[in-house]
């Protein structure tokens, strides 16, 4: 945003990460030298601030019909596009086919250490490559780092569905618990969003951290996300000491 003078103008989707076209349309600023000019539309697959819903393709097709009807580029930030190919069992085309640019991590869910991919047409990468160049951040001799992406992609995707499974069951057992409101229906993939009582969050935190789990603080809004290589055993732990806080705490 600072490097590329780029003024944000965020919309609100629903509960479950949809931008309303109607809502697209409404937010491309007229021409008019006082404003900034509306050029790309970035929208978010899954959708982490929903609790890591993932949005289907008739979905991605109205989002971008409406950013394209208006002469924007659209973007897809699919840090997380696997996890929601996963989620709804369609290939990964299917929900990127109608935006012009992807971003996607190997790390998060794919379990690479390092490493996000940028894909787009011949030139839009072209342009990519100049801007990584510009910012100072190429990288020589990466085939090593690279190696560990195509094992990702080559056998990381489809087990992504365990960490779906583990969130789902890891949030059922939370919505049993004193003080917690998560509904376990709306976990889709990896990410349990959940609520606490208004300004227990960090306490929350810091008396987890005694307990040996570490969990981003906040106010009321806290976040767990599954992953490769945490156990079901590392997930008990992690479920039985969130139970001890809680019984304390509410
Ligand atoms: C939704 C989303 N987009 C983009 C990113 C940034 O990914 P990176 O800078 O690692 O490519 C993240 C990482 O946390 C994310 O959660």
Redesign the pocket.
Known sequence: MVLGSIVLYPIQTDEFGFLNPEYIKEAVKPRDYHKPTTRLLAI?NTH?ASSGRALDAEQMKAMADAGHEKGLSVHL?G??IFNAAVALDVPVADLTEHVDSV?F?L??GLSCPIG?IVVGSEGFIQEADRWRKMLGSGMRQVGIIAAAGLVALDSMIERMQEDHDSARHIASRMAEMNGISVDPEHIQTNIIRFKVPPHTGNQIASRLKEEGVYINGGDSDLRIVTHYGVTNDDYEFAISALDRVMREIA
């Open positions: 978010e982490n930030d840090a997380r971003t991590c790390s998060k996000s």
